[in-house]
């Protein structure tokens, strides 16, 4: 069964900072996806990373794939109330469902 | 483009009793997947449907049922329901079924049981 561990499991910071999530596994995975989960609402696809090393951006959103697939990144910066949610990342091998890490939740305080 | 809607959104019921949980896939998605998630944890694989077939389950037991209908809406079945199962069941629906597919999620539906 193929794991997928986030750090940290919470993480509260003032508006204006910056952070930074990660996503690790012990597996390779074909793909990773990022997801952002509020309150009474299911996931929502952030980003979709592919390729080993590939760097996506989604405004103040920084997204790395590990270059050997096994790890990801999420960096944030200047957080806003906003950007307040669970932070999920999700993977597989390809030719199997989708396996989600515990999620990172975030509280960015104004 | 119609998204995927999940029906009941809250239901309660106690133990012992059996539950439906409803699904409509997103416009052109023929794969569903659901999910169990347990408050402050990630959403666990139950199974997914691909073409009205089961097409993968995650370690959950067989009182955990479910079908997929030919226009890809889903229902999941649980039978003698614990308190453990208290939890939100996502329905989520994608392109294909593999797991470099985006997954559409639904709002889910919050069971509890008492």
């Known amino acids: 069964t193929q794991l997928l561990e986030q750090s940290p499991q919470f993480l509260s910071i003032q508006e204006g900072e910056n952070l930074t999530v990660y996503c690790n596994s012990s597996?390779?995975?074909?793909?990773l996806q990022w997801y952002r989960q509020e309150p009474g609402e299911g996931p929502v696809l952030l980003v979709t990373v592919v390729t080993g090393g590939e760097v996506k951006k989604l405004k103040r959103l920084t997204f790395q794939f590990g270059d050997a697939r096994k790890d990801s990144s999420l960096h944030i910066t200047a957080a806003q109330p906003g950007d307040t949610g669970l932070y999920l990342c999700?993977?597989?091998?390809?030719?199997?469902?989708?396996?989600f890490g515990k999620g990172t939740r975030l509280s960015v305080i104004a | 483009e119609t998204g995927v809607t999940q029906s009941p959104t809250h239901l309660i019921k106690t133990r012992g009793q059996q539950v439906t949980l409803r699904c409509s896939s997103q416009?052109?998605?023929?794969?569903v997947s659901w999910y169990q998630q347990a408050l402050g944890q990630g959403p666990q694989f139950i199974f997914q449907?691909?073409?009205?077939?089961?097409?993968g389950r995650g370690n959950f037991p067989p009182r955990f049922s479910g079908l997929q209908f030919p226009n890809y809406s889903s229902e999941l079945n649980v039978n003698a329901l614990e308190l453990d199962d208290s939890a939100l069941y996502l329905c989520?629906?994608?392109?294909?079924?593999?797991?470099?597919?985006?997954?559409?999620f639904g709002d889910g539906t919050r069971l509890s049981i008492l």
């Open positions: 416009s052109g998605h023929n794969t």
């Open positions: 597996s390779v995975f074909s793909s």
């Open positions: 989520a629906s994608s392109l294909m079924p593999d797991s470099n597919q985006p997954q559409h």
């Open positions: 999700a993977g597989g091998p390809g030719n199997t469902p989708l396996v």
């Open positions: 449907y691909y073409r009205e077939e089961e097409n």
